[in-house]
């Protein structure tokens, strides 16, 4: 299983349609400060279902919309849609690509799509349960994180443990 793309419309500093063609193994995404490279992050982390807008260095989930420039309109909309090659079954489902799709409107309405079906954002959790992908997996990890997890409680670093192992899907089933 591995990130095949990321396509962005109006999240956060990517206002037009912005597609981030991925390659299985190691990715870097380097560029000046300001360019957006944090923004692809939490994009990720976004369509994946986080729900803190403070994890997403937003005051509000709506800050997340592209809020417009001296010269560009405010977007009504941000959507995200993540696609993941699955030819190994990691995931389960009997597709072999898999697109999750998240769209926040400036009402506070959301949708999640996978593979252009709504879902409910459980379904999501659920299928990336144990695969270290989902919305609290160890997979996306920034600097903060990792100084919290050697700084923070004992309760935080079992809780990782945990989730690496495969045990959380069935502690939050519980």
Not at 1 to 16: D, P, Q, R, V
Not at 47 to 60: C, H
Not at 61 to 90: C, H, K, Q, W, Y
Request: aromatic letters at 6%; charged letters at 25%; hydrophobic letters at 40%.
């Amino acid at each position: 299983m591995y990130l095949t793309s990321l396509e962005m419309i109006g999240f956060k500093s990517f206002a037009s349609r912005t597609v981030i063609e991925l390659h299985p193994g190691v990715m870097a995404v380097v560029g000046p400060n300001g360019c957006g490279k944090t923004n692809i992050v939490d994009a990720v982390r976004w369509v994946l279902g986080e729900q803190r807008s403070g994890a997403l260095r937003a005051d509000r989930m709506e800050s997340v919309i592209f809020n417009g420039t001296p010269g560009r309109r405010p977007l009504g909309m941000a959507e995200v849609t993540l696609t993941i090659e699955n030819t190994r079954d990691i995931l389960p489902t009997p597709y072999t690509e898999v697109a999750i799709t998240r769209r926040l409107f400036r009402s506070g309405e959301s949708e999640y799509l996978i593979n252009r079906s709504p879902v409910r954002l459980r379904d999501i959790n659920d299928m990336f349960a144990d695969t270290g992908l989902g919305n609290n997996a160890y997979s996306i990890i920034e600097l903060s994180m990792v100084e919290g997890i050697i700084t923070g409680p004992s309760d935080m670093r079992r809780v990782l443990l945990e989730e690496a192992a495969g045990v959380a899907k069935y502690k939050a089933r519980r």
